[in-house]
Each structure stands twice: as structure tokens, then as C-alpha cells.
């Protein structure tokens, strides 16, 4: 008597569906080899240039901070600087023998140390500024590259999964285990919540939103 694996007793529609899975199963593991090894390969390349980014932004934050403490220092610092000029000269514009000429000149040059002093500090503000959105912004992309790596986890889980499947179809279904035991065995290789939620039918919402789409365990 045939088996129940013997081709010969399998039903057509049976048999169609087998070879419908061993050649478009290897198709779709193909596919996702691919996408994932393209993904890391540009991952791998876009951390690399954030990291050596890194280092001049750190700088740059260094020579931000030392501008802004350079002025906003009393008297050693550019912001007193004009009164250090005042008090130098206080007592040249209080003598009643100095010309007014002179004195008009003085005066002059005062009000240039001022608008100096009030340009650099303009100039220095808006660095910082810029400095820290630079760097907030660098880690956002940071945050994004972890997130392509879970991406690259999931997809590397369902490659080997789909491998497995395969070969469990090529074999005519000899020694694959229950549905159940599958499961099990899937579901015991997630590393993050959304695939345990998934696994389950949960929905968890907008991945955009969805608290649990953290990269603490990076």
C-alpha cells in the first residue's frame, strides 16, 4: 500500500499547492536575503560617517560652550570689555582740561566697543543654538539606524523561518514538527515586544507611536 507522503496518493490540488510553495518559497527567502544584506550594508556605511561626524560636533559644542563662557564673564570676559574701557577712560573724560574734540572722539570709540561687544554676542547665541540642533538631530538618526537593525533582526528571523518551511515541504512533511511546536520555536527567537504581539494577533497600534518601540536593548 503507497504511503500518505507517496506523491501518488496526494490529491492535485495538493500536489499543485506543494510545488506552488517549493518555488515561490525560495523566492521569497532570496528576496529578503537580499533586502536585509542591503540594509545593513547601507546601515553599516551611514554609522560609520556619523561617527567620524561625531567627534567634530563634539568639538564644535567645546568651542561653543568656551565662546559663550568667554562672554558672559564679567570683566576678564568681551562682555566687559566696555566697561573696562569706561573705567579707564573716566577719568580722561572727567578732566575739565581735555578738549571737546577729544572728548567727542573718545566717546566715539566707546560706542564702537559697545556695538563690537553686543555683535559678538548676536553671533555667539545662534551658534550654540545651532550647535545643539545639530547634535540632537545626529542622535534622532542615531535612534533611526537602531531601529533599522530591529528591522534587519525581524526580517533575518522570517529568512530563516521561510528556510525552514522550505525544507520542511521539500521533505514531503517527514519529521516536521506540529503547528504548535513550530510556534513555539518561532516565537522563543523574538528579541522585542511588537513580535511577541504580533505572534499573538495584538494589535499595537501606529508603529510610530507604540511605546513599546524602544532600542534599549541595543
Known amino acids: 500500500m503507497p504511503s500518505s507522503n507517496d506523491p501518488a496518493c496526494k490529491s492535485p490540488d495538493s500536489q499543485s499547492l506543494t510545488e506552488l510553495c517549493l518555488g515561490v518559497l525560495p523566492v521569497w527567502e532570496r528576496h529578503l536575503a537580499t533586502s536585509r544584506s542591503q540594509s545593513e550594508?547601507?546601515?553599516?556605511?551611514?554609522?560609520?560617517?556619523?561617527?567620524?561626524?561625531?567627534?567634530?560636533?563634539?568639538?564644535?559644542?567645546?568651542?561653543?560652550q568656551q565662546i559663550t563662557e568667554a562672554l558672559s564673564q564679567c570683566d576678564a570676559g568681551v562682555s566687559g570689555l566696555t566697561r573696562a574701557c569706561e573705567r579707564?577712560?573716566?577719568p580722561v573724560l572727567a578732566d575739565p582740561l581735555l578738549p571737546a574734540s577729544a572728548g567727542a572722539a573718545m566717546g566715539e570709540v566707546l560706542g564702537?566697543?559697545?556695538?563690537?561687544?553686543?555683535?559678538?554676542?548676536?553671533?555667539?547665541?545662534?551658534?550654540t543654538h545651532e550647535t545643539q540642533m545639530v547634535a540632537e538631530q545626529v542622535d534622532r538618526m542615531y535612534m533611526g539606524f537602531q531601529y533599522q537593525d530591529r528591522i534587519s533582526q525581524m526580517m533575518a528571523?522570517?529568512?530563516?523561518?521561510?528556510?525552514?518551511?522550505?525544507?520542511?515541504?521539500?521533505a514531503g512533511g517527514v519529521g516536521a514538527p506540529a503547528l504548535s511546536d513550530w510556534l513555539m520555536r518561532l516565537e522563543s527567537q523574538y528579541a522585542m515586544t511588537e513580535q511577541h504581539q504580533d505572534h499573538q494577533e495584538k494589535d499595537s497600534g501606529d508603529p510610530g507611536n507604540n511605546s513599546n518601540n524602544d532600542t534599549t536593548f541595543f
Not at 529568512?159 to 515541504?169: N, Q, S, T
Open 88 to 90: 579707564v577712560l573716566a
Open 157 to 170: 528571523l522570517i529568512e530563516g523561518d521561510i528556510v525552514r518551511l522550505h525544507e520542511a515541504f521539500a
Open 41 to 64: 550594508v547601507a546601515v553599516t556605511q551611514m554609522l560609520k560617517a556619523f561617527a567620524d561626524i561625531g567627534p567634530h560636533i563634539d568639538l564644535a559644542e567645546r568651542q561653543s
Open 112 to 127: 564702537m566697543v559697545r556695538r563690537a561687544v553686543d555683535a559678538l554676542e548676536n553671533i555667539a547665541k545662534p551658534f
